[in-house]
């Protein structure tokens, strides 16, 4: 009986370990968590002071990018304006020939209609009354009258003197159609020949037909076709 009480006391227990052990294993856990937060904080700081470089390699690729695809824009854009000299030669040579002059410092401001009569229409905005009106394709539809009201071409205000070729006429309208009327029985205009107003030179039509002598006879007159829009929304006031 005593020998078996001694067993039991002097015996382990090895379900469950030692006090020195545990403490010892807990030491080593801890110790191994403060080497991976050290590991990690490391990390960090050396992923963080990359990270301007970074930055820069990505932006600097990006900006990379965009100035090869500006740059090729940009010889895109040469090689049109390079196909398009011939025309803005022609063009100086028509301006010569129609002796039209270049309108730079010109500014023309968009103005949208309003209301619409029977010769003549309200723009949305009050204008400089006696500014010339074109519609969208730069043709002569007007003149700027005031209150932001405008007579059209061959009509009122609009009724402005026109040139074809040297020869100088009058812009009119006559059953809805606009006319060059007035002209001296020496113009010899064809069909075809362009009309522009004398002030400013807009382009105000193409004769129809060859000018033929108006019902006194002392004149010739043709009517104009490719006149300015008169049923548009939209038209430009000289400034």
């Given at each position: 009986m005593r020998h078996t009480r001694r067993k039991e006391r002097d015996g382990l227990?090895?379900?469950?370990?030692?006090?020195?052990?545990?403490?010892?294993?807990?030491?080593?856990?801890?110790?191994?968590?403060?080497?991976?937060?050290?590991?990690?904080?490391?990390?960090?700081?050396?992923?963080?002071?990359?990270?301007?470089?970074?930055?820069?390699?990505?932006?600097?690729?990006?900006?990379?990018?965009?100035?090869?695809?500006?740059?090729?824009?940009?010889?895109?854009?040469?090689?049109?304006?390079?196909?398009?000299?011939?025309?803005?030669?022609?063009n100086a040579v028509l301006r010569n020939f129609l002796q039209s002059r270049q309108t730079d410092g010109e500014r023309w401001d968009p103005v949208w209609t309003a209301a619409r009569w029977p010769g003549g229409f309200l723009l949305a905005q009050p204008v400089q009354a006696g500014a010339a009106v074109l519609d969208r394709s730069g043709r002569f539809a007007g003149i700027a009258g005031e209150h932001?009201?405008?007579?059209?071409?061959?009509?009122?205000a609009g009724a402005v003197p026109a040139l074809v070729g040297q020869a100088l006429g009058t812009l009119t309208r006559q059953n809805g159609v606009l006319w060059v009327t007035g002209l001296p029985c020496s113009c010899k205009a064809a069909a075809g020949e362009l009309a522009v107003t004398a002030q400013g030179q807009y382009w105000a039509g193409q004769l129809a037909a060859a000018p033929q002598p108006d019902p006194g006879g002392l004149t010739l007159r043709a009517p104009l076709e490719d006149t300015a829009d008169e049923t548009d929304c939209l038209y430009f006031i000289g400034g």
């Open positions: 227990d090895l379900a469950h370990p030692a006090p020195r052990r545990r403490h010892k294993t807990l030491r080593q856990l801890c110790a191994l968590l403060l080497g991976l937060a050290g590991l990690a904080l490391l990390s960090m700081a050396v992923w963080g002071a990359a990270l301007p470089r970074r930055l820069d390699d990505a932006l600097a690729k990006h900006y990379a990018a965009q100035m090869s695809v500006m740059q090729w824009e940009l010889f895109a854009l040469r090689r049109r304006l390079a196909e398009h000299e011939p025309d803005a030669e022609e932001g009201t405008v007579s059209p071409a061959g009509s009122g």
